[in-house]
C-alpha cells in the first residue's frame, strides 16, 4: 500500500471517529448516572450461538491517559453508534468503529444476513486509564421474525483521543431463537 492511499485512509477513519465523538458527546450530554444492568436470563443448556466473526481478538493497548468519566458516556455512544450502522448496512460507518487489527476481522456478510441488530443494556465491566470494558445485550431481528439476544462484551481503547473498540467477545446467549 504506498503512502498517500495509507494517509488517506488514515484521515478518513480519523475524521469518521471524530463525528462519532460528536454525535457521541451531543447524545449523551446531560446524562449524569450510568446505565444499569437489568436482570440475566437464564441460558438453555445447548442454545443455537450466533458468532460474530468480528470478535476474535485485537489489539489491546490502552493509551496512557487518566480515567475520565465522559469516556464512559463516549464508549457507550461508540458501541450505540456501530449498532445503528449495522442495522442501517452502513458497512464503512460501521468499519469505522473498530481499530484496524478488528477491521481486517469485520465480515459484513454476517450481519448482512439480519434485518436489524441492536445493543442494549450497556454497562462496564472493568476500566483503567484509557481502556473501558462493558457488557451489553445484542438482539438479532431475522427476517422470518426470529430474534436472539446474547450478551457480549466489549473492549473500547483510546488512540489519538478517540474511542475505537478493539476486542468484542460473545459470552452467552440469554435468549434463543
Not at 489489539?59 to 450505540?80: F, H, S, W
Not at 445503528?84 to 465480515?107: G, I, V
Not at 462496564?124 to 431475522?142: D, M
Amino acid at each position: 500500500m504506498d503512502k498517500g492511499w495509507s494517509l488517506a485512509l488514515v484521515g478518513g477513519v480519523v475524521g469518521g471517529l471524530v463525528a462519532l465523538g460528536v454525535a457521541g458527546l451531543l447524545l449523551w450530554q446531560g446524562r449524569q448516572t450510568p446505565v444499569e444492568q437489568r436482570a440475566n436470563v437464564n441460558t438453555p443448556a445447548s442454545p443455537q450461538v450466533t458468532r460474530q466473526p468480528a470478535g476474535a481478538g485485537g489489539a489491546r493497548v490502552a493509551t496512557p491517559t487518566a480515567v475520565n468519566p465522559n469516556q464512559e458516556q463516549e464508549a457507550i455512544a461508540l458501541i450505540k453508534s456501530l449498532y445503528q450502522a449495522l442495522s442501517e448496512k452502513d458497512w464503512n460507518q460501521a468499519r469505522l468503529a473498530y481499530t484496524p487489527a478488528m477491521q481486517n476481522q469485520f465480515d459484513p456478510a454476517f450481519f448482512a444476513q439480519f434485518v436489524r441488530v441492536t445493543v442494549q443494556d450497556l454497562r462496564v465491566s472493568q476500566s483503567s486509564s484509557g481502556q473501558w470494558q462493558l457488557v451489553g445485550k445484542n438482539t438479532y431481528f431475522y427476517p422470518n421474525g426470529d430474534t436472539q439476544e446474547e450478551e457480549r462484551s466489549y473492549t473500547v481503547i483510546w488512540q489519538n483521543g478517540q474511542p475505537l473498540i478493539s476486542d468484542s467477545q460473545f459470552l452467552r446467549v440469554t435468549k434463543p431463537r
